[in-house]
């Protein structure tokens, strides 16, 4: 695993898995003995909120109930229920509790007999048909407590009540008849009690009838009729006390559950696990930012060792990716251990003999470069010299001396311009010079067969050119294009500026070439034996070693219409073009 690993890199890794590992093993056994802990709590607490709404029900109901078997007591003992003696009895019993509605007593009929507060009841009203009022007939001596439910008794009010009903035997007009007394508290004060309990962010309290499986109480019972939340009753209904987990929705939650014994409902909490173990979320973020505290200072102690121990071993490597570079002109100081000391004195004569050996192949390849550059620029064919003459031998033969005396002229300018001073970079102006001599002998050797213009911008004539790229253009295309055409021919010349860039244009009319010679001749792949021997080829490469590859020939070409050669270079005075030139 740690092979072709640095010193430093073996000492600094094999330290941090060492203290990561200790410090992984820890954190692994405390976090599962914290969780188990904390999970725990959690069951403890839910249930312990549970047991304490349960208790304040439980307290709430059997004082409701208290309040309704005193007032059943009351009425029981009285020698008649019409008496104002016995309302007044009853209503200061009833404003004990500030959450008691309405008293009522009705007959077995369904008849109101007394009622408080004295307010008008609905007129179509059947009590009869109320499941209170059946549940007390049915059940004698047995007090009953309704769901919650609105109150349907009086004319608009519509309060959300909880009713405790009983049969009950009273006298009514001196005669002894069976009733039924009906005591509505407020739903409310259930309500708040369970409301203000907190299980978490998301955790609550709902409130479940044992016998009919109803849901009492619930912070969100719009949301359970209307069907979109469900509870679990099958748990809870299947357990009188205790806490479980419940894993049938996404979110497993915990569910405790305590029944009050004297109204048959149980308060079921629901919390969700993800709160409760909020405190073992707290632990891994405490123990990755120890882990990762622990580590940055292995690393910094592991650094400093290892540095010492390694830093001749790193200067030597720091040495040979410099001369891996490029940089040859240095040499490794000898210090450290001993094989460290006889590896650096071998590196140093080592980069001895490469520079020496480095010197001697520069030299090689710049005197050939030198050759080969001398070669092209030099390069005149002697058939073009033999042609010339002997047009002026023909041309003396028939007395055309101005002729003889133009083409002598046009040639030892010609001659001039090609050996002269023997440099390779020139005026754009004494280049032009020289493709115009060179058309002028060729349009008296082709008797007029051809014409030519050349015309340059004022301002390009002082910059620096290769000797020798116009010349070779022109005579390809004279031997390609203008020579086998049967039309007169005509070449033009242009040069001119685009921004920083010298452009020359070389155009003829003549024959033109098919896109696949085009592209043949634009990738270098044909060469021509005719002419002068200064290729196109070579004025290409030419351009490319002196000026770069991104500048040289581009061609442009179409059949029966001609041809048209960019040559395009950079735009330098003849000082800078010079200073080039002997810098290659």
């Keep these: 695993m740690m092979r072709g690993r640095s010193i430093q890199y073996i000492l600094s890794v094999s330290l941090i898995v060492f203290s990561v590992v200790i410090i992984i093993v820890v954190s692994t056994v405390l976090y599962s003995r914290f969780a188990t802990t904390a999970e725990e709590n959690a069951f403890r607490n839910s249930q312990q909120i549970v047991d304490q709404v349960s208790y304040s029900l439980e307290n709430n109901v059997q004082a409701t109930s208290d309040l309704f078997n005193m007032m059943y007591h009351t009425i029981t003992q009285s020698g008649d229920v019409d008496s104002e003696m016995l309302k007044r009895q009853l209503a200061t019993?009833?404003?004990?509790?500030?959450?008691?509605?309405?008293?009522?007593?009705?007959?077995?009929?369904?008849?109101?007999?007394?009622?408080?507060?004295?307010?008008?009841?609905?007129?179509?009203?059947?009590?009869?048909?109320?499941?209170?009022?059946?549940?007390?007939?049915?059940?004698?001596?047995?007090?009953?407590?309704?769901?919650?439910?609105?109150?349907?008794?009086?004319?608009?009010?519509?309060?959300?009540?909880?009713?405790?009903?009983?049969?009950?035997?009273?006298?009514?007009?001196?005669?002894?008849?069976?009733?039924?007394?009906?005591l509505d508290v407020n739903f409310n004060t259930i309500d708040e009690l369970s409301d203000r309990v907190s299980l978490g962010e998301k955790g609550y309290v709902y409130i479940l009838d044992e016998s009919a499986g109803n849901i009492v109480y619930h912070p969100q019972l719009q949301l359970i009729y209307a069907g979109l939340k469900e509870e679990n009753v099958e748990l809870a209904l299947k357990h009188t006390y205790g806490s479980f987990i419940?894993?049938?929705?996404?979110?497993?939650?915990?569910?405790?559950?305590?029944?009050?014994?004297?109204?048959?409902?149980?308060?079921?909490?629901v919390s969700y696990r993800n709160e409760a173990m909020t405190s073992i979320s707290e632990l891994n973020r405490s123990m990755f930012q120890l882990l990762l505290a622990l580590i940055l200072i292995v690393v910094l102690l592991s650094s400093i060792v290892s540095r010492r121990i390694s830093r001749p071993i790193k200067q030597l490597e720091l040495s040979m990716?410099?001369?891996?570079?490029?940089?040859?002109?240095?040499?490794?100081?000898?210090?450290?251990?001993?094989?460290?000391?006889?590896?650096?004195?071998?590196?140093?004569?080592?980069?001895?003999?490469?520079?020496?050996?480095?010197?001697?192949?520069?030299?090689?390849?710049?005197?050939?470069?030198?050759?080969?550059?001398?070669?092209?620029?030099?390069?005149?064919n002697p058939h073009f010299l033999y042609n010339t003459l002997n047009s002026v031998v023909r041309m003396v033969g028939m007395n055309k001396n101005e002729e003889v005396t133009t083409?002598?002229?046009?040639?030892?300018?010609?001659?001039?311009?090609?050996?002269?001073?023997?440099?390779?970079?020139?005026?754009?102006?004494?280049?032009?010079?020289?493709?115009?001599?060179?058309?002028v002998i060729q349009q008296m050797r082709f008797k007029n067969k051809f014409d030519f213009s050349i015309e340059a911008d004022e301002e390009v004539l002082n910059f620096a050119t290769l000797k020798l790229i116009v010349q070779p253009l022109i005579e390809n295309a004279l031997v390609h294009g203008i020579e086998p055409s049967v039309d007169k021919g005509r070449i033009t010349v242009k040069a001119r500026l685009d921004g920083d860039e010298v452009?020359?244009?070389?155009?003829?009319?003549?024959?033109?070439?098919?896109?696949?010679?085009?592209?043949?001749?634009?990738?270098?792949?044909?060469?021509?034996?005719?002419?002068?021997?200064?290729?196109?080829?070579?004025?290409?490469?030419?351009?490319?070693?002196?000026?770069?590859?991104?500048?040289?020939?581009?061609?442009?070409?179409?059949?029966?219409?001609?041809?048209?050669?960019?040559?395009?270079?950079?735009?330098?005075?003849?000082?800078?073009?010079?200073?080039?030139?002997?810098?290659?």
């Design 93 to 182: 019993m009833m404003s004990t509790r500030a959450d008691t509605v309405s008293l009522a007593l009705f007959d077995d009929k369904g008849q109101l007999v007394t009622d408080l507060p004295d307010v008008a009841m609905k007129k179509a009203l059947d009590v009869t048909s109320e499941s209170w009022f059946q549940s007390a007939l049915d059940t004698p001596n047995h007090l009953s407590i309704s769901l919650p439910h609105v109150q349907n008794l009086y004319t608009e009010q519509f309060r959300w009540v909880v009713s405790l009903s009983k049969s009950i035997t009273i006298i009514h007009n001196g005669k002894p008849i069976q009733g039924v007394l009906l």
């Design 246 to 269: 419940d894993k049938t929705s996404d979110d497993t939650k915990i569910i405790s559950v305590q029944t009050i014994g004297n109204v048959g409902w149980k308060v079921v909490g």
């Design 321 to 380: 990716k410099n001369v891996e570079n490029g940089n040859f002109e240095q040499t490794v100081i000898s210090e450290g251990p001993l094989e460290v000391r006889h590896l650096a004195d071998r590196f140093n004569m080592m980069i001895t003999t490469i520079k020496k050996l480095m010197r001697q192949i520069v030299t090689e390849q710049e005197s050939k470069r030198t050759y080969e550059l001398e070669a092209l620029q030099a390069q005149i």
């Design 407 to 439: 083409m002598i002229t046009s040639l030892s300018k010609l001659f001039r311009i090609s050996l002269g001073k023997g440099k390779s970079v020139i005026a754009i102006a004494d280049e032009l010079e020289h493709a115009r001599n060179y058309l």
């Design 503 to 584: 452009v020359i244009v070389v155009g003829d009319n003549g024959l033109g070439m098919s896109e696949e010679r085009l592209a043949q001749v634009t990738a270098g792949q044909i060469t021509s034996s005719k002419g002068s021997g200064v290729g196109v080829m070579n004025v290409q490469e030419r351009i490319r070693l002196f000026y770069g590859q991104s500048y040289g020939l581009h061609f442009e070409s179409e059949l029966e219409e001609g041809t048209t050669v960019t040559i395009r270079f950079p735009a330098l005075g003849m000082d800078q073009a010079e200073g080039r030139e002997q810098e290659a």
